[in-house]
């Protein structure tokens, strides 16, 4: 007789700025329902929440962001003016490190890859070790908002660039199934406009700048009326163009590279800054994943798990061994 288990499961996560979110609804779904997540795979967004869940503090970090306000926002943005972005990122960083510590990635007890992009060598980067909150940070790096960051000599930034949902990084993990979370799933019907963000105190000329800012990446328009092109700034243009090369770049990487299962979340589920509607995209990844898995498998079951199992899984090509980090 077959011992019972747990299906075991490579966790991919996208990137996709707030929506990110609902990543951690996902995780509470999976645990909840008797799947033993051993990897993690994310990049951006992706990357923050599942190096937090493999460093063992979802709860907390959970209970941090569903407190976080559109103020608090503001004070989370330090502004570089430097150049090569408009957000230094060291606020925010250091603000997970208070919550969560310092971690290595060896020291994790999962397996867990940050994914970014060497921007000089115009490759994909795989970091498996180091400092969690430098790998972190080098894949948040989205372009033209965050500096770029260097790592090990290297500069990088958002893995969504060239990876949006990394699968291949699992292709050696040996689990039951591969889960992916894409964050550029087809846009819902019906949206809520945000409440206005609150006024920048008057004395604060940086605040000002960064509520602007803000302002810009914020999905406020009506879902049944054209957006016009002419009200359209600098800020729009950038992110409805890097949703379009990402959400283009998911669907073919998981049409190469098909997962078990792919969790979608729609791309118009919130802003990219939207961090104040945790609630609401934790309930959705929660509720999505549920719609996706619930009717699939039963994690206890040792047909679904051998059926599961038998899903042939793409290997490697040989040239993504080259994107490890060295």
Same mark, same amino acid.
């Given at each position: 007789?077959?011992?019972?288990?747990?299906?075991?499961?490579?966790?991919?996560?996208?990137?996709?700025?707030?929506?990110?979110?609902?990543?951690?609804?996902?995780?509470?779904?999976?645990?909840?329902?008797?799947?033993?997540?051993?990897?993690?795979?994310?990049?951006?967004? @992706?990357? &923050?929440?599942?190096? $937090?869940? =493999?460093?063992?503090? #979802?709860?907390?970090?959970? +209970?941090?962001? !569903?407190?976080?306000?559109?103020?608090?926002?503001?004070?989370?943005?330090?502004?570089?003016?430097?150049?090569?972005?408009?957000?230094?990122?060291?606020?925010?960083?250091?603000?997970?490190?208070?919550?969560?510590?310092?971690?290595?990635?060896?020291?994790?007890?999962?397996?867990?890859?940050?994914?970014?992009?060497?921007?000089?060598?115009?490759?994909?980067?795989?970091?498996?070790? @180091?400092? &969690?909150?430098?790998? $972190?940070? =080098?894949?948040?790096? #989205?372009?033209?908002?965050? +500096?770029?960051? !260097?790592?090990?000599?290297?500069?990088?930034?958002?893995?969504?660039?060239?990876?949006?949902?990394?699968?291949?990084?699992?292709?050696?993990?040996?689990?039951?199934?591969?889960?992916?979370?894409?964050?550029?799933?087809?846009?819902?019907?019906?949206?809520?406009?945000?409440?206005?963000?609150?006024?920048?105190?008057?004395?604060?000329?940086?605040?000002?700048?960064?509520?602007?800012?803000?302002?810009?990446?914020?999905?406020?328009?009506?879902?049944?009326?054209?957006?016009?092109?002419?009200?359209?700034?600098?800020?729009?243009?950038?992110?409805?163009?890097?949703?379009?090369?990402?959400?283009?770049?998911?669907?073919?990487?998981?049409?190469?590279?098909?997962?078990?299962?792919?969790?979608?979340?729609?791309?118009?589920?919130?802003?990219?800054?939207?961090?104040?509607?945790?609630?609401?995209?934790?309930?959705?990844?929660?509720?999505?994943?549920?719609?996706?898995?619930?009717?699939?498998?039963?994690?206890?079951?040792?047909?679904?798990?051998?059926?599961?199992?038998?899903?042939?899984?793409?290997?490697?090509?040989?040239?993504?061994?080259?994107?490890?980090?060295?």
């Amino acid at each position: 007789m077959a011992e019972n288990r747990k299906k075991t499961v490579s966790l991919v996560l996208g990137s996709g700025g707030a929506r990110g979110l609902a990543h951690i609804g996902v995780i509470h779904w999976l645990e909840e329902n008797g799947y033993d997540i051993r990897s993690i795979t994310g990049c951006s967004m @992706g990357a &923050l929440v599942g190096g $937090i869940f =493999a460093a063992g503090k #979802l709860d907390e970090y959970e +209970t941090w962001v !569903r407190g976080v306000t559109r103020r608090d926002i503001l004070t989370l943005i330090d502004l570089s003016w430097g150049g090569g972005g408009l957000v230094k990122g060291d606020r925010i960083i250091h603000t997970m490190v208070d919550l969560v510590g310092e971690i290595a990635i060896e020291d994790l007890p999962i397996a867990y890859t940050a994914v970014a992009v060497d921007l000089k060598n115009e490759k994909e980067v795989w970091i498996q070790s @180091g400092p &969690l909150f430098d790998a $972190i940070r =080098a894949s948040i790096s #989205l372009p033209l908002f965050f +500096t770029p960051f !260097r790592f090990k000599g290297v500069p990088l930034i958002d893995g969504g660039v060239l990876n949006p949902v990394p699968i291949a990084p699992t292709f050696g993990d040996g689990t039951d199934m591969t889960i992916a979370v894409n964050l550029d799933g087809p846009s819902k019907k019906e949206t809520t406009p945000p409440e206005p963000l609150p006024e920048a105190e008057p004395a604060s000329p940086f605040a000002e700048t960064i509520s602007r800012l803000i302002k810009k990446f914020r999905k406020s328009e009506e879902p049944d009326e054209p957006d016009d092109e002419e009200e359209w700034g600098m800020f729009d243009v950038a992110s409805m163009a890097f949703d379009a090369m990402q959400g283009t770049i998911a669907r073919l990487k998981l049409a190469a590279y098909p997962p078990t299962c792919v969790v979608e979340i729609p791309k118009n589920a919130c802003g990219l800054l939207e961090f104040d509607r945790a609630a609401e995209m934790i309930d959705l990844g929660y509720r999505s994943t549920q719609d996706r898995l619930s009717c699939l498998f039963d994690p206890d079951d040792t047909e679904d798990r051998q059926a599961a199992g038998s899903i042939e899984k793409v290997q490697s090509p040989a040239d993504q061994k080259e994107n490890h980090d060295e």
